[in-house]
């Protein structure tokens, strides 16, 4: 939200300096801080949602944006085993953390189903 403080928001915005994968006017891509797979990418919203149930449906455009980016960096940077698991963790029994939507993109091992 405006005034508050947000670490998506800061990353998405350049402030941290942090390096971007990724950028176009609407969305932002990053490594995770803590990657639980060999690749493990964020894929970020410049605008602050705090969670997937917050997004209103004028904001479908930016849904569909987020996963396309999902899918073009998945093809540019997998290499020869494109299989990947893209998640939105929505609310805290999913495990969110950061309330900024976001996608995680993972890859480079097996991921079990159902997850835990
Ligand atoms: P969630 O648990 O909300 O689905 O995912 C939040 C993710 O953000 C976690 O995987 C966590 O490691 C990552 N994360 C938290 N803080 C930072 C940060 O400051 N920089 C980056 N690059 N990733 C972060
Ligand atoms: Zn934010």
Not at 7 to 30: E, H, M, N, R, W
Not at 56 to 68: D, K, Q, S, Y
């Amino acid at each position: 939200m405006p005034g508050e403080p947000c670490i998506f928001c800061d990353l998405a915005s350049g402030k941290t300096g942090a390096p971007l994968l990724y950028q176009d006017d609407a969305v932002v891509a990053f490594s995770d801080i803590r990657p639980i797979a060999p690749t493990h990418i964020l894929i970020v919203p410049r605008e602050h949602h705090p969670t997937l149930l917050d997004v209103g449906p004028e904001n479908e455009a930016l849904l569909g944006r987020l996963l396309a980016v999902a899918a073009k960096i998945a093809k540019e940077r997998l290499g020869d085993d494109p299989s990947c698991r893209v998640v939105i963790n929505s609310g805290a029994s999913a495990g969110q953390t950061v309330y900024h939507l976001h996608l995680h993109l993972l890859s480079g091992r097996h991921f079990a189903w159902p997850p835990g």
